[in-house]
């Protein structure tokens, strides 16, 4: 539930939100994930701090949360991934592996099968959706990245790449022929360490509903992991929250205005959140988590650096 205080522009706590949203908000909120089967995970490296939500234009990118910041990089001619496509797809690839406990992880053995798991109809031509998401697999898939936490006593960094080897071997021109070989990934050994010890859930059905927005999908992420843990309310800046989600957005006005209508989109489905937009910052209160806390299957020889 998203409250406004005296201080703040009088604006309707829900705008007219779009039906099908509406509607697939209460088909979720009518079934446990657990009783549909719709619990998946995400990295908590890249919850914490985020993807491009538009292609940057270079090959390096970063995102800050508190002391922790996260810094991606990939080849200049496959270029970062960005959007909405690359969060479902690690999603995905993300469940995949903690199920199974493998980082071998098949994607399919179609394209258009791979999508209608994504949520997604394949559609070709130059702005289909089977050219983007194949772009947004390459782009995935050769990223490399640091997870740097820096303080006044102490310095580290955890670098991973996210897959240490893809094969692709969809058909391009028919997207439901079956393939010889199964189009697979080999998750990194780091990334994939980590994913199985710290595991954060989400809602897939809340995943495919928020599709359309990457902000909102990283504000569902976000939310569900903090209040797994959140203890006491807290207060976060919205400068802070600019460099967590969205800082090329440029001016802050631009960055809450567009911050506020995407938490609006998220607590139609997560509508258990209490949360506060105040002039200085948005104010965390303790609420139920959209998924509850998963039992982590924890891997021998593990080593990780926590916030």
């Known amino acids: 539930m998203m409250q406004t205080d005296t201080d703040t522009k009088d604006q309707p706590l829900l705008r007219r939100c779009d039906l099908d949203l509406i509607a697939r908000a209460e088909e979720i909120q009518q079934e446990d994930p657990r009783e549909s089967g719709s619990i998946g995970y995400m990295t908590r490296a890249m919850v914490q701090a985020t993807m491009p939500h538009r292609d940057p234009g270079s090959n390096e990118f970063r995102r800050r ?73 390459q782009r995935l898939f050769s990223t490399s990245i640091s997870c740097i936490y820096s303080g006044e006593s102490h310095w580290a960094n955890v670098g991973f790449r996210i897959a240490d080897e893809t094969r692709l071997w969809w058909h391009p021109k028919d997207p439901n022929q079956h393939d010889l070989w199964h189009s697979r990934v080999i998750l990194g050994a780091s990334f994939f360490r980590d994913l ?21 999908l990283d504000i569902y992420c976000w939310l569900t992991y903090r209040m797994s843990y959140l203890r006491k309310a807290t207060l976060v800046p919205w400068s802070a929250l600019a460099d967590q989600f969205g800082a090329d957005y440029g001016r802050q006005d631009n960055f809450r205005a567009a911050f506020l209508d995407a938490l609006r989109k998220v607590l139609t489905v997560y509508c258990l959140a209490r949360v506060l937009p105040t002039p200085i910052g948005l104010l965390l209160k303790p609420s139920q988590s959209h998924v509850g806390r998963v039992q982590p299957c924890r891997l021998p020889e593990l080593s990780t650096h926590k916030r």
């Open 65 to 137: 949360n508190g002391n922790y910041t996260l810094v991606m990089m990939a080849p200049a001619e496959i270029g970062l991934p960005y959007g909405s496509l690359p969060r479902l797809i690690l999603s995905w690839v993300s469940t995949e592996a903690v199920l199974t406990r493998r980082p071998d992880v098949v994607l399919g053995d179609s394209l258009a099968a791979f999508m209608r798991e994504l949520g997604l109809t394949a559609t070709g031509g130059r702005r289909g959706t089977i050219p983007r998401v194949k772009q947004q697999l």
């Open 196 to 216: 199985i010890d710290h595991p954060v859930p989400v809602d897939t059905r809340a995943l495919k509903t928020l599709r359309r927005s990457p902000l909102a």
